[in-house]
């Protein structure tokens, strides 16, 4: 399925520094980065699980905030694209 992970860490101090880039580095690992705070990922369930789980033992749930969005398996007709950086196939080889 597809997961949009989108998140919000309040970078006020060194530490909010540090679990943002942890936080992006553990989305990197996961998916596709189509903006600054926003991932797209082709997860299973227990994959998203492991990742969410992942991600809360990180952020700060009272300055930061996580969303997942469940695109499911149909995700092709639910996603529009207009403007800059062209998408990309998340079933694709994945170059890095």
Do not use: W
């Not at 936080?23 to 990922?41: H, L, P």
């Not at 369930?45 to 695109?71: E, W």
């Not at 092709?76 to 207009?82: G, Q, S, V």
């Amino acid at each position: 399925m597809l997961v949009l992970i989108t998140y919000d860490v309040n970078t006020e101090d060194a530490a909010g520094k540090k679990r943002l880039r942890r936080v992006a580095k553990e989305c990197v690992k996961n998916g596709q980065r189509v903006q600054c705070s926003v991932f797209e990922c082709l997860l299973d369930t227990a994959q998203c699980k492991l990742l969410q789980a992942s991600l809360l033992k990180i952020i700060d749930t009272n300055k930061d905030s996580l969303r997942f969005y469940y695109l499911g398996k149909n995700y092709k007709t639910r996603i529009e694209h207009f403007g800059a950086k062209a998408g990309y196939d998340p079933e694709g080889t994945l170059i890095l």
